[in-house]
DNA sequence: CTTATTAATGACCTATTGTTCAATAAGAAA
DNA sequence: TTTCTTATTGAACAATAGGTCATTAATAAG
């Protein structure tokens, strides 16, 4: 097998492993489940640390739509409709088993990883998404009632943000019963976010 | 040192210990940081898998108070408030470092810890809050517009609840800047929630 | 002070686990 | 086929880590 493929390979098998079991399952057990030996796994990756970094990199990247901040700053469109579009591209990108264990599994072990990720990216959006609600018209029916302080506006968001967020902990970390149409569970709370702010 | 005394404080040191580091640090890094020789832990808890049990024991229990489900129904008084007061006792008795980190480890390992803990416990709660909202008197300030249907009725709930859990995820987990004041994130977000479902 | 009891330890055992390396298999090129 | 290259492995090493046990230290009773 060609030196790239099988990387490839030992690699998906990785984050497959490790999401699933933790960093701390044997590179024996990873092995016999790819079907190679043990050895062959640090001819493409030095050490195992080396390859719980490749995994961390992996996972973590591409994890992010460059469009995101444009579908929710076009205000042509209503932001009830901007704000469903996100969440459903979002939800299309995020909804992982694997990306959200390992997330999860990176902050445990005090990782930057995932902090560095909601500070760059998560944050970005949350300022986003309370610019657009508070540059709704007033008098239309999602203009908000009264934004709250500087420093509650982001938590404010948090709120709508937290559910989605919480709904993928459920299912691929609690693997709790949830709701199984997604597009529902979206509208469902952005709706119900939105008319909380209704003046 | 008495017995019950250095079991008692083997197994605090192991419940911050372990919600730090995880379950696979070692018997004698702990020992050590208690100041005392691995032997003799094994002299309180058989194996270690039994210490991790005594921890998810210890962890999980009395992380329910019995009066939440009466504070909640108490009809003399108003919803907003019920909610509030209830959500207040519930910070008061989740957010903790040890408790909070300790339960995503257990899912992540896959006990059936914290998934029993949301069976039990957590979806009872929500069961509650729904019907409370749905009792609301038609016309109050925070009746439902229309509670949705059956199946969304708790996932429903759950944008409220999440908000709550996911902020000490953010704060313990992810050891992000939050707000410090809880009782105003409370204030707001029981607040944010009820209005949504006014007529 | 002596002795009985038991908390506590240090040294050791064994299995595990990351990692290495000489040897082998497989496949392409000549 | 022969040769060259390289992907792959089996076996072993060294450090790690759970667990044991004979011995020691501490404490309280007589």
Redesign the interface.
């Known amino acids: 097998m060609s030196p790239e493929m099988r990387r490839e390979m030992i690699l998906e098998a990785a984050i497959g492993y490790f999401a699933d079991h933790?960093f701390?399952v044997q590179i024996r057990q990873l092995a016999s489940k790819i079907g190679i030996s043990p050895a062959l796994i640090f001819k493409y990756f030095e050490t195992k640390d080396a390859l719980i970094d490749a995994v961390y990199e992996a996972v973590f990247e591409s994890r992010w739509q460059e469009d995101w901040v444009g579908t929710l700053t076009d205000r042509s469109i209503p932001l009830p409709e901007r704000l469903i579009r996100f969440y459903r591209s979002y939800m299309a990108t995020v909804d992982d088993r694997n990306w959200i264990?390992i997330a999860?599994?990176a902050?445990?072990?005090n990782s930057v990883m995932?902090?560095r990720y909601?500070?760059d990216h998560v944050s970005k959006i949350l300022v986003v998404i309370a610019d657009e609600i508070e540059a709704a018209p007033p008098g239309s029916a999602f203009a908000p009632?009264s934004m709250?302080s500087p420093?509650?506006r982001i938590?404010?968001v948090?709120?709508l943000h937290?559910?989605v967020?919480?709904?993928l902990?459920?299912k691929h970390?609690?693997?709790?019963p949830?709701?199984h149409d997604q597009d529902?569970?979206i509208t469902?709370?952005v709706d119900?976010?939105l008319?909380?702010s209704r003046p």
């Open positions: 933790g701390e264990r999860m599994r902050s445990l072990d995932t902090r909601l500070a009632r709250p420093e509650l938590e404010y948090w709120h937290s559910t967020i919480y709904y902990i459920r970390i609690h693997q709790a949830v709701l529902e569970l469902l709370i119900q976010f008319h909380a």
